[in-house]
């Protein structure tokens, strides 16, 4: 199985809460991260949450951690156009000595009025 | 302020050709990453460096050699172009931390076709 697991599609209405979830493998990661990619864009880091914690919030934000079952979630509260684009959940996994961003597939957020 | 900086942008290959991404990053990070995207596969590690004069293969390497020999730029080359490496390729720096705790900066990416 893959490393990291997310849904590809999610699709909400404009106002509503989005819920992307993430499953991810390598217990030892100390992090984890939500990555945001507009159209034709590089990635850029939306957030992220240390392991030690169960819940982060940042504005609309909110990222749950279970570290039991290895699941993530991210929820973006008052969902908006301009929120639609991919998200990717990744993990650092322990490779060769060192920590390796690894991504899943990505999760495109499909926001419509 | 440049942060990750790829070069070209866009490029068309015919099979066969080779070619040369640069990555450049000003930020001083100890590790740089090569990734390709392609529809529905997420990002996938192609080859990584953990500091100047070290390189190390990553997922999908093969078809790609890298150089690191300066801190600040990482080289992915294509000897011989095959259609299969149509894909978007991204760069990514970040500083060296005990466990995973720096954000890794991406480059804008680098459209390759191979026709």
């Known amino acids: 199985g893959e490393d990291v697991e997310q849904s590809l599609f999610l699709s909400v209405r404009e106002g509503d809460s989005s819920v992307i979830n993430c499953t991810y493998t390598?217990?030892?990661?100390?992090?984890l991260y939500w990555y945001k990619q507009e159209p034709g864009a590089g990635l850029q880091l939306l957030t992220y949450i240390f392991s030690n914690m169960d819940m982060k919030q940042d504005q609309r934000l909110t990222v749950l951690l279970n570290k039991k079952d290895k699941h993530l979630s991210l929820r973006i509260a008052d969902t908006q156009t301009g929120d639609s684009a991919i998200y990717f959940c990744a993990e650092s996994k322990m490779k060769g000595g060192s920590y390796i961003p690894t991504f899943g597939r990505g999760t495109s957020l499909i926001v419509h009025p | 302020n440049a942060g990750v900086t790829q070069t070209p942008k866009f490029r068309v290959l015919k099979t066969g050709q080779s070619m040369t991404l640069l990555c450049a990053q000003d930020m001083n990070h100890e590790y740089m990453y090569w990734y390709r995207q392609d529809p529905g596969m997420g990002l996938r590690l192609i080859h990584y460096s953990v500091g100047e004069g070290t390189t190390a293969k990553g997922e999908v390497p093969d078809g790609y050699n890298v150089s690191r020999l300066k801190k600040q730029n990482f080289l992915l080359g294509l000897e011989s172009a095959a259609p299969s490496q149509t894909s978007v390729y991204f760069c990514?720096?970040?500083?060296?931390?005990?466990?995973?705790?720096?954000?890794?900066?991406f480059g804008q990416g680098t459209r390759l076709t191979v026709v």
């Open positions: 990514a720096s970040r500083q060296s931390g005990r466990g995973a705790d720096t954000e890794a900066f």
């Open positions: 390598d217990s030892s990661s100390t992090y």
